[in-house]
């Protein structure tokens, strides 16, 4: 971890370095914006594994509906529903786990980058935007605000959107007592941290939507396939039947 750290402090003194030469020689300048692309290069280094923890996400919550009926159909036959489940998982390419693989490479590197956020020299007095100092939390709460929402809406995203499913509402409010802790925290956090934090979660925001966009088209395309065969199927065999 100490490695990590060291590293990653480094590499966003070279990436500071590097908007002080082409950009502007201004602390009040360059620091906020070297945090913006420190934050950006970061997320493409992970983006191979962002997308696979997204997708994983994404393609569980669109199961849920059939998982759900397993569960009511099996309740008293647990081991039944369980292999009912294994096969939906297989057939749709997904696993339980696959989601969670991807967080784990990351975690090390997102306490890291923690630190480093934490214990950026030199910023003390640095104005950026609206901020007075970017060592000092956010006197106008705009910061903690957007940490909240940012937070809620990357999170929500992902989440299963079927009101009557005990397990749609549960994560619901999870991801509403996430938000707000992570709101709640950033009020005393310093402002360079809860910068990077809000960053990061628009860039997330994005990649899902985009990811979720994807997914959607393929599905389309499928159907459209599929209806098309299905149609050609009929009018061969009307053919065929008129023929005789």
């Given at each position: 971890m100490e490695l990590l750290r060291q590293g990653l402090s480094q590499f966003f003194e070279f990436v500071h370095n590097l908007i002080k030469f082409v950009v502007a020689d201004n602390p009040n300048v360059s620091y906020g914006l070297a945090i913006i692309l420190f934050t950006i290069i970061i997320r493409v280094i992970?983006?191979?594994?962002?997308?696979?923890?997204?997708?994983?996400?994404?393609?569980?919550q669109e199961?849920?509906?059939?998982?759900?009926?397993?569960?009511?159909?099996?309740?008293?036959?647990?081991?039944?529903?369980?292999?009912?489940m294994s096969k939906i998982y297989k057939e749709n390419g997904v696993?339980?786990?696959?989601?969670?693989l991807p967080l784990l490479i990351q975690m090390p590197i997102l306490f890291a980058l923690y630190y480093?956020?934490?214990?950026?020299?030199?910023?003390?007095g640095v104005k950026f935007l609206w901020l007075p100092n970017?060592?000092?939390?956010?006197?106008?709460?705009?910061?903690?605000?957007?940490?909240?929402?940012?937070?809620?809406?990357?999170?929500?995203?992902?989440?299963?959107?079927?009101?009557?499913?005990?397990?749609?509402?549960?994560?619901?409010?999870?991801?509403?007592m996430m938000a707000g802790m992570m709101g709640f925290m950033s009020i005393n956090f310093k402002s360079a941290l809860v910068l990077y934090w809000v960053v990061n979660n628009l860039i997330q925001i994005a990649q899902t939507y985009i990811m979720k966009r994807l997914e959607e088209n393929k599905k389309s395309e499928l159907n459209g396939a599929i209806a098309k065969e299905v149609s050609s199927d009929v009018d061969e065999k009307k053919n065929r039947k008129n023929n005789k």
């Open positions: 992970l983006l191979p594994l962002n997308i696979k923890q997204t997708r994983s996400q994404v393609k569980m199961i849920q509906p059939e998982i759900q009926k397993l569960q009511t159909k099996y309740k008293n036959d647990p081991q039944k529903a369980q292999q009912e696993s339980p786990l696959s989601g969670c480093v956020f934490y214990n950026l020299p030199n910023i003390d970017l060592a000092a939390k956010d006197p106008y709460f705009i910061l903690p605000v957007l940490s909240f929402a940012t937070t809620y809406i990357s999170s929500s995203m992902v989440a299963a959107k079927n009101k009557d499913n005990p397990q749609a509402k549960s994560m619901s409010s999870m991801n509403i």
